[in-house]
């Protein structure tokens, strides 16, 4: 399940053909994965300026986790203010109810969110964030510093000094998407070339 950030000033979701998680998961396809967006333009900017999770992503990620048949693996992949509903959807589930969590470029300035998905996948939770990012920067409450994130999270914080709040910047910055590919692979068992 890929949480999306805000819908913005363009006509397209922050996550789509052009930009999912593709590029960090070898076996996220759109046959395994469902993106969930986040609409509302004008909302969609408050909400992202003030932390807040989208009640339509919240409820759609709980009635897609509630559907899912047993013996089904769910990863959650989250982008910028997606981070908070996928946290809301989180707080709902045991440890080891999620596969993976990879939390791109969190637009949040606390560290609840992400905790509730890391409790749900044992502790194993990546968190991808710029020490740059403009588009964090203007969020009221988007910013958490990366001392904060590291001193929560460890290891599994990458940081990157690229100036943009793009996903797929954050993937090509430093290389770390490709560490980030190559840790989820051994993790997991698969074959990344």
């Known amino acids: 399940m890929d949480f999306a950030g805000i819908q913005g000033l363009h006509t397209h979701q922050s996550l789509?053909?052009?930009a999912d998680f593709g590029r960090w998961h070898p076996d996220h396809f759109t046959s395994n994965s469902e993106i969930i967006p986040n609409k509302g333009i004008v909302s969609g900017f408050l909400r992202a300026f003030f932390g807040l999770a989208n009640r339509d992503?919240?409820?759609t990620g709980k009635a897609i986790v509630a559907a899912a048949p047993a013996g089904v693996n769910i990863a959650f992949d989250t982008?910028?203010?997606g981070v908070n509903a996928a946290g809301k959807v989180a707080?709902?589930?045991e440890a080891g109810d999620l596969q993976s969590a990879t939390v791109v470029g969190p637009n949040t300035g606390f560290p609840d969110a992400v905790q509730s998905m890391d409790q749900a996948d044992e502790d194993t939770t990546q968190i991808f964030i710029s020490t740059n990012d403009p588009a964090l920067a203007l969020a009221f409450f988007g910013s958490q510093s990366v001392d904060d994130w590291t001193s929560?999270?460890?290891d599994r914080v990458h940081v990157t000094g690229q100036f943009s709040h793009n996903r797929n910047k954050y993937h090509d910055a430093?290389?770390?998407g490709r560490?980030?590919?190559l840790e989820y692979c051994a993790r997991y068992g698969f074959s990344c070339n």
């Open 91 to 93: 707080q709902g589930m």
């Open 179 to 181: 560490k980030g590919e």
């Open 174 to 176: 430093n290389s770390e």
């Open 16 to 18: 789509g053909p052009w």
């Open 152 to 154: 929560e999270f460890g």
């Open 57 to 59: 992503q919240v409820d």
């Open 79 to 81: 982008y910028s203010n």
